[in-house]
């Protein structure tokens, strides 16, 4: 069965602080999935970003990078000089199929709050 | 500009009443998705559908709960018998297909059974 821990709970911080969020998965598969998802107030979940699992390279996107370490199962999200926009939950997420099937199963999340 | 949207937004029902809701992608799609999330819960996986059948499944996806595409386009999760702790949100996900695709999430609706 896969597991994905988010340890951290809630995090604050003041606009323009770096915050580093933490994933750590579980899974027996070789091949698989990792994603972040960001659910603001509003309520829906918005797609981040997707990582193979035989890709380790880490990605950067703006003032979002991702740090994926197989070697630790862990899959990381920093994000550079916060905003108050950032304030969110976001969800680490792993599949390990492509395709049909690929059921995404979900950390419990971590609550984000930049404060002006 | 969104993949699918979801009606209703909110719903609110008696408990033991029967609801619909709806999944409305905006193109061609080949894998559906049921998603729920407890108020300050996780996101939980409730079924998978593909080509008119189900996939997969959890075990929160009881007998009380069913999925179909009717008309080919919509994509409907059905709850016969509501009780209290189906109040949440229920998300649909859905997969163009192909070994980079994405889930993308719709917009969920809020159920609340009172």
């Known amino acids: 069965a896969q597991k994905v821990t988010q340890a951290q709970t809630e995090i604050s911080v003041v606009e323009k602080e770096d915050v580093t969020l933490d994933c750590v998965y579980e899974t027996r598969d070789t091949t698989y999935y990792l994603f972040w998802y960001k659910q603001p107030p509003s309520g829906e979940l918005v797609f981040l970003i997707r990582?193979?699992?035989?890709?380790?390279q880490n990605e950067i996107s703006g003032r979002y990078s991702w740090n994926f370490q197989k070697s630790t199962s862990s899959f990381n999200f920093t994000i550079t000089a916060s905003q108050v926009v950032d304030s969110a939950v976001y969800f680490c997420a792993l599949s390990v199929k492509a395709g049909a099937n690929s059921k995404l199963t979900f950390g419990k999340g971590i609550t984000l709050s930049v404060r002006p | 500009e969104p993949e699918v949207t979801q009606t209703p937004s909110h719903q609110v029902t008696q408990m033991g009443q029967e609801v619909i809701l709806r999944c409305v992608p905006i193109s061609n799609h080949l894998y559906f998705y049921w998603y729920r999330q407890i108020l300050g819960q996780k996101v939980e996986f409730l079924v998978s559908?593909?080509?008119?059948?189900?996939?997969?499944k959890s075990e929160i996806f009881d007998d009380q709960f069913s999925v179909e595409r009717p008309d080919g386009s919509n994509f409907t999760l059905k709850i016969r018998s509501t009780k209290l702790e189906d109040s949440a949100m229920y998300f649909c996900?859905?997969?163009?297909?192909?070994?980079?695709?994405?889930?993308?999430f719709g917009p969920g609706t809020r159920l609340t059974v009172l």
């Open positions: 996900a859905i997969q163009r297909g192909g070994l980079t695709d994405t889930q993308y």
């Open positions: 990582r193979n699992s035989f890709d380790e």
């Open positions: 559908f593909y080509n008119n059948e189900i996939s997969e």
